[in-house]
């Protein structure tokens, strides 16, 4: 059994349901692993992934390597692309690994048999790239808080603007995803 299959159960568990994602995911996640020289079983404090998808794969990848959002090692950029980089902050390489094969198993076929046939260098390209982290991108405390003048809002990590010389968030800055229906009292 190829060694990425071992992640197949605990990605099926986190995921919900086996998927062309996981699979891809799991192998993308390993191959990364391997180009940078890192084992997926050591504590990989120092990986960083830049998902350029939030489908199926991005949890694959969390599956194997264990990073999260939350301790800001997984940058989303999502160009809708089955693609994700891997980057190592105490050596700074980075490999981006993207699917090239536009093959899909068919409805009646087992998508693990399916993919298992096919070798990375079918499914996948692989490129060296350069990744700088932005100011305020860096794991670790937050080296940048201020409030926004106009909501109240704390703004963390460099995300404010200014805006007629006034310090202000993302959201009062442009339009913001919501539309505040009403203000509810917490009293
Ligand atoms: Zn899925
Ligand atoms: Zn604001």
Redesign the pocket.
């Known amino acids: 059994m190829p060694v990425w299959q071992d992640y197949l159960e605990k990605a099926a568990a986190y995921?919900?349901?086996i998927?062309g994602?996981?699979i891809l995911g799991i192998r993308m996640s390993l191959l990364g692993l391997k180009l940078l020289n890192l084992d997926p079983e050591s504590d990989l404090k120092d990986l960083v992934i830049y998902l350029e998808s939030d489908r199926?794969v991005a949890d694959a990848a969390y599956v194997v390597t264990g990073v999260t959002v939350g301790r800001r090692r997984v940058k989303i950029q999502n160009y809708g692309k089955t693609a994700m980089s891997f980057l190592d902050l105490k050596t700074g390489d980075a490999y981006r690994v993207a699917v090239t094969s536009r093959e899909h198993p068919p409805h009646s076929a087992d998508p693990v048999e399916f993919w298992n046939k096919k070798t990375d260098s079918d499914i996948f390209k692989v490129q060296k790239v350069g990744i700088k982290l932005a100011p305020g991108e860096e794991p670790g405390p937050p080296s940048r808080v201020v409030i926004c003048r106009k909501c109240g809002d704390e703004i963390l990590d460099h995300k404010d603007l200014t805006v007629d010389g006034q310090t202000v968030c993302r959201a009062c800055a442009e339009k913001p995803y919501y539309q505040v229906l009403s203000e509810i009292s917490l009293k």
């Open positions: 995921h919900g349901h998927c994602g996981q199926c």
